[in-house]
């Protein structure tokens, strides 16, 4: 009977795990937004981020980011070719980011999905130093940077 209950809670933490990374695979790729003003070319900006599950941690994620605003202006921006800028970690539905400017600030945000699962909310949640990282976005996925 005990081995009955062994093999039920070996089955269950597998799939529990299974679904963490899964869930966790949703956040990832190119997700980015663009605003345009005809009126002013200083409230221009784009925003992206690139998301990989971070292997070395569980129900974790990495990343880089590129915020350009002030029209151009200031870019903030890190490429795939340096460490990652992005470090967080699941918990529920919701990725907790910690970042770093390449600015030199720091600070920390929080990612989820909306119902849909097509787009990706940016929360800032607070942040020290120098960034241009958004207050609040919603980005939508690059579907052709996955190919």
Avoid at 1 to 11: E, F, P, R, V
Avoid at 116 to 122: A, H
Avoid at 134 to 143: G, Q
Wanted: aromatic letters at 10%.
């Amino acid at each position: 009977m005990k081995s009955i209950y062994l093999i039920a809670i070996i089955i269950l933490c597998a799939f529990s795990g299974h679904a963490q990374n899964t869930q966790i695979a949703n956040f990832c790729g190119t997700w980015s937004c663009s605003f345009v003003s005809q009126e002013n070319e200083m409230q221009n900006s784009t925003f992206e981020l690139l998301l990989e599950i971070d292997p070395t941690k569980q129900n974790a994620i990495k990343g880089w980011h590129c915020s350009v605003c002030r029209g151009g202006r200031r870019i903030d921006c890190t490429e795939k070719n340096e460490a990652p800028s992005l470090a967080g970690y699941l918990e529920k539905d919701t990725v907790y980011i910690s970042f770093t400017s390449a600015f030199g600030g720091k600070g920390q945000a929080k990612l989820y999905l909306d119902k849909s699962g097509k787009q990706l909310i940016w929360k800032l949640i607070k942040h020290t130093g120098e960034s241009y990282f958004p207050d609040y976005e919603t980005l939508e996925k690059d579907n052709k940077a996955e190919n």
